[in-house]
């Protein structure tokens, strides 16, 4: 018995958007750097890959990849700006760059203006093109490849640099931490993770438009993550799960779905501030009694400080 | 000539809204440091509020107490019921809350009232008159009225009274202020209380102007008064005002100028940061205020 289809678009959407907020965990949960506007580098990579492909005919991989680029390249000057501000400053800075790049892409006929951008081609493999379940494994396929970038840099020295910068700044570049650098490659980073799931999305729907990047989308993205923990890769899947498919389970209050993620990023931050997944967070710990009470947990407390 | 005189009012009289909305802004970060975005929502629930009440009873003064009444108490509650317990987080934190709830509260209205635009029709001074040569309706001339009058009076109650004084204290150096016996949380209140009921007012004179209000009217505007308080210097109450005119100006004259290079909204997100990254004390400010 075949899967239905709905089914099939909803699991490619959580791993969209399971990108983008693994993406804005990087930026935000690891290195500290707010980034409100994620959706904008989203849309700088839809747009990329959208016109590489749809207008200039060419493979849809090589879109991909240059919408990663781009996006990398945007967030790194986002990066730059971000030596200069902090916190709120910083906040409202990537709030005003969401709604510029939104204009942008409205008022220029290259990003389609206000039509968009149609007849975005479907990647394919071998000439079978991609759609439906192929389309699902390619989505998550491109996920597992970006977690496990995720993970290798979480155990590494730039994952360290990363939380040292969060922590305390001064005490970073005290011990040798180049903050100006991690804090470039910080936002670089989870804005090519921005950019592919932009790219993603264009290509999963064939049709962009620059209504498709508005800031409450950014909004979204950060109660995902918010809400699987900012500090958790797997929290970050789970925070897509749950933004993706709740609305959808709860059909009759679509119209409130807005609200939803408002009220799901108060409720967050008043009675789980780390997250439903984040290092000490509730349902964290639940889970870890759970698995050992079945055998499951690895012994001693290693598992401190592996977020994943 | 006339068509300067027109793009100026209409500058001027948009300026003025934006002003409204941004002292209130500006009072709330000066003292707690919070970007306050939910103050976008306050304004529309005032704007609704008025429009209510005008409904019913067909009087504009009533229709402009009721808002800043009901815009007054729910800033009032905002900062009860969600800022007070944040103050001790990362500023970003309450700052997330701030859109949250803006974003609630825009939803709710549109739930209550219709996503759609309703029209809101006052009557009260709307005719044209001839300014030198130019057809100017007055309905502009009032609002820029208002508003100044309105900036005067808080400018003054924050300077001139005793409450005013102890709220730039505290907005200077909270513990000090405290040991030397002001009461911060009154402060706080009076200034979300005085902040709020001048977004009401904003609300009805948005409707009034427009003659429409809208559910999504505070979308851009919650951004954009961010963009005025950093054009004034943080905290200030005449930079605000005069930040939100100089505002309203640039984008009737460059939209008026270069129609098809970017659309209106865009400029004030250019301004704010370009001044973040330059002159982030606002252009009237001191290095020392940032």
């Given at each position: 018995m075949p899967i239905p289809e709905y089914y099939i678009t909803l699991a490619t959407l959580v791993g969209i958007y399971g990108i983008a907020a693994l993406g804005l965990n990087i930026t935000m949960g690891w290195a500290g750097q707010v980034n409100l506007g994620q959706a904008g580098f989203l849309g700088i990579g839809a747009m990329t890959s959208a016109i590489l492909t749809a207008k200039l005919g060419l493979p849809v991989g090589l879109g991909i990849a240059a919408a990663a680029l781009a996006a990398l390249v945007v967030g790194a000057v986002m990066g730059l700006v971000s030596i200069r501000l902090r916190e709120d400053f910083l906040a409202i800075t990537t709030i005003a760059f969401n709604f510029l790049v939104v204009y942008i892409f409205e008022y220029y006929d290259v990003f389609g203006g206000s039509y968009g951008i149609s007849n975005i081609p479907r990647p394919s493999i071998g000439g079978h093109e991609l759609r439906g379940p192929s389309y699902m494994f390619l989505t998550w396929g491109i996920l597992a490849l970006l977690v496990l970038l995720a993970l290798r840099i979480q155990r590494s020295w730039m994952g360290l640099a990363f939380n040292l910068v969060r922590e305390d700044e001064n005490l970073a570049s005290a011990v040798g931490v180049d903050v100006r650098r991690m804090k470039v490659l910080a936002f670089a980073v989870g804005a090519m993770y921005g950019g592919v799931a932009g790219a993603l999305s264009a290509h999963f729907k064939g049709y962009i438009v620059f209504s498709d990047f508005e800031f409450p989308y950014s909004i979204a993205i950060l109660t995902m993550s918010i809400l699987g923990g900012l500090d958790s890769i797997a929290g970050a899947i789970l925070g897509s799960f749950i933004v993706v498919v709740s609305p959808e389970v709860f059909r009759p209050l679509m119209q409130y779905r807005r609200v939803m993620y408002g009220v799901l990023i108060v409720v967050v931050v008043f009675f789980a501030p780390r997250g439903l997944l984040g290092k000490n967070a509730v349902a964290r710990r639940l889970l870890e009694r759970m698995m050992a009470g079945y055998g499951l947990a690895p012994k001693g407390k290693k598992k401190e400080g592996e977020g994943g | 000539m006339a068509e300067i005189i027109l793009q100026v009012v209409d500058g001027l009289a948009i300026g003025s809204i934006y002003a409204g909305i941004a002292l209130g802004l500006t009072l709330v970060y000066g003292l707690l440091r919070i970007l306050h975005i939910a103050h976008a929502g306050v304004y529309v629930v005032g704007a609704y509020t008025a429009y209510m009440v005008y409904s019913a009873t067909g009087s504009p003064l009533a229709s402009m107490a009721a808002a800043m009444a009901s815009s007054a108490l729910l800033g009032f509650l905002i900062n009860r019921l969600f800022y007070k317990p944040l103050l001790d987080q990362p500023r970003y934190v309450p700052l997330m809350v701030s859109i949250a709830l803006f974003i609630v509260m825009e939803e709710l209205v549109a739930n209550v009232f219709g996503h759609y635009p309703k029209g809101f029709h006052v009557e009260f001074l709307s005719r044209d008159i001839s300014l030198a040569g130019a057809t100017v309706n007055t309905r502009k001339i009032v609002v820029f009225v208002i508003v100044l009058a309105a900036t005067l009076l808080t400018w003054a109650l924050t300077t001139k009274t005793r409450l005013g004084v102890a709220s730039q204290a505290a907005a200077q150096d909270a513990e000090t202020a405290m040991t030397l016996g002001v009461r911060i949380p009154l402060i706080i209140d009076f200034n979300f209380l005085l902040g709020s009921a001048l977004a009401g007012l904003a609300g009805f004179l948005y409707g009034y102007y427009y003659g429409v209000i809208s559910p999504f009217m505070g979308g851009v505007v919650a951004y954009k008064g961010l963009v005025v308080i950093v054009l004034g210097g943080f905290g200030s109450v005449m930079g605000a005002y005069l930040g939100g005119i100089i505002l309203g100006l640039v984008e009737q004259v460059m939209t008026a100028l270069y129609?098809?290079?970017?659309?209106?909204?865009?400029y004030a997100f250019i301004a704010l940061i370009a001044l973040l990254l330059f002159r982030p004390y606002g252009i009237f400010g001191r290095r020392e205020m940032a």
């Amino acid at each position: 018995m075949p899967i239905p289809e709905y089914y099939i678009t909803l699991a490619t959407l959580v791993g969209i958007y399971g990108i983008a907020a693994l993406g804005l965990n990087i930026t935000m949960g690891w290195a500290g750097q707010v980034n409100l506007g994620q959706a904008g580098f989203l849309g700088i990579g839809a747009m990329t890959s959208a016109i590489l492909t749809a207008k200039l005919g060419l493979p849809v991989g090589l879109g991909i990849a240059a919408a990663a680029l781009a996006a990398l390249v945007v967030g790194a000057v986002m990066g730059l700006v971000s030596i200069r501000l902090r916190e709120d400053f910083l906040a409202i800075t990537t709030i005003a760059f969401n709604f510029l790049v939104v204009y942008i892409f409205e008022y220029y006929d290259v990003f389609g203006g206000s039509y968009g951008i149609s007849n975005i081609p479907r990647p394919s493999i071998g000439g079978h093109e991609l759609r439906g379940p192929s389309y699902m494994f390619l989505t998550w396929g491109i996920l597992a490849l970006l977690v496990l970038l995720a993970l290798r840099i979480q155990r590494s020295w730039m994952g360290l640099a990363f939380n040292l910068v969060r922590e305390d700044e001064n005490l970073a570049s005290a011990v040798g931490v180049d903050v100006r650098r991690m804090k470039v490659l910080a936002f670089a980073v989870g804005a090519m993770y921005g950019g592919v799931a932009g790219a993603l999305s264009a290509h999963f729907k064939g049709y962009i438009v620059f209504s498709d990047f508005e800031f409450p989308y950014s909004i979204a993205i950060l109660t995902m993550s918010i809400l699987g923990g900012l500090d958790s890769i797997a929290g970050a899947i789970l925070g897509s799960f749950i933004v993706v498919v709740s609305p959808e389970v709860f059909r009759p209050l679509m119209q409130y779905r807005r609200v939803m993620y408002g009220v799901l990023i108060v409720v967050v931050v008043f009675f789980a501030p780390r997250g439903l997944l984040g290092k000490n967070a509730v349902a964290r710990r639940l889970l870890e009694r759970m698995m050992a009470g079945y055998g499951l947990a690895p012994k001693g407390k290693k598992k401190e400080g592996e977020g994943g | 000539m006339a068509e300067i005189i027109l793009q100026v009012v209409d500058g001027l009289a948009i300026g003025s809204i934006y002003a409204g909305i941004a002292l209130g802004l500006t009072l709330v970060y000066g003292l707690l440091r919070i970007l306050h975005i939910a103050h976008a929502g306050v304004y529309v629930v005032g704007a609704y509020t008025a429009y209510m009440v005008y409904s019913a009873t067909g009087s504009p003064l009533a229709s402009m107490a009721a808002a800043m009444a009901s815009s007054a108490l729910l800033g009032f509650l905002i900062n009860r019921l969600f800022y007070k317990p944040l103050l001790d987080q990362p500023r970003y934190v309450p700052l997330m809350v701030s859109i949250a709830l803006f974003i609630v509260m825009e939803e709710l209205v549109a739930n209550v009232f219709g996503h759609y635009p309703k029209g809101f029709h006052v009557e009260f001074l709307s005719r044209d008159i001839s300014l030198a040569g130019a057809t100017v309706n007055t309905r502009k001339i009032v609002v820029f009225v208002i508003v100044l009058a309105a900036t005067l009076l808080t400018w003054a109650l924050t300077t001139k009274t005793r409450l005013g004084v102890a709220s730039q204290a505290a907005a200077q150096d909270a513990e000090t202020a405290m040991t030397l016996g002001v009461r911060i949380p009154l402060i706080i209140d009076f200034n979300f209380l005085l902040g709020s009921a001048l977004a009401g007012l904003a609300g009805f004179l948005y409707g009034y102007y427009y003659g429409v209000i809208s559910p999504f009217m505070g979308g851009v505007v919650a951004y954009k008064g961010l963009v005025v308080i950093v054009l004034g210097g943080f905290g200030s109450v005449m930079g605000a005002y005069l930040g939100g005119i100089i505002l309203g100006l640039v984008e009737q004259v460059m939209t008026a100028l270069y129609p098809h290079v970017l659309p209106r909204e865009a400029y004030a997100f250019i301004a704010l940061i370009a001044l973040l990254l330059f002159r982030p004390y606002g252009i009237f400010g001191r290095r020392e205020m940032a």
